[in-house]
């Protein structure tokens, strides 16, 4: 078998080395054992979140124990970086069936339960209203 080798005057720079200095720049080789690796900046690894639990409508409530919660959250358009709404529906366990079309409920990852529902319906906890009796301020001035 005949294998193929440059005489030493056709080498070039970039298989010796040499030259370093003259405007080439020196290639490690492919079975070089030096080998350079960059750490990314700490703003380019992605970001590890926990799950947040998700608040959405019921569109439906046929199924026995299952409702279907539709999710809408904001989200910026690939190209045009402006924030679109986007909609994705979620089968979620309700077992007792309390919840109908139209009620906003709070979903809770869980174990699976069937081949699509891995959510938990739960009611949202009311929010506090500040209403003038709770802060027991008079609405109309007294003369």
Known sequence: MFLLQLPPKLSTPFLTGHGHGHGHVLL??????????????????????????????????TNDKTVAVEVVRLAPH??????????????????????????IVQLQKTRPI??????????????????????SIPLVSQP
């Open 28 to 61: 490690s080789k492919p079975n070089s054992c030096v080998t350079v690796t960059q750490s990314p900046s700490p703003s380019m690894l992605p970001q590890i979140r926990a799950m947040k639990s998700m608040q959405g409508k019921v569109v439906c409530s």
């Open 114 to 135: 069937s081949k699509t529902k891995t959510f938990l319906a739960l009611p949202v906890p009311k929010r506090p209203s500040n209403t003038s009796e709770d802060l």
């Open 78 to 103: 690939p190209k045009y970086k402006r924030r679109v709404k986007k909609k994705k529906k979620y089968q979620a366990h309700d077992p007792d069936n309390q919840f109908q079309v139209g009620d």
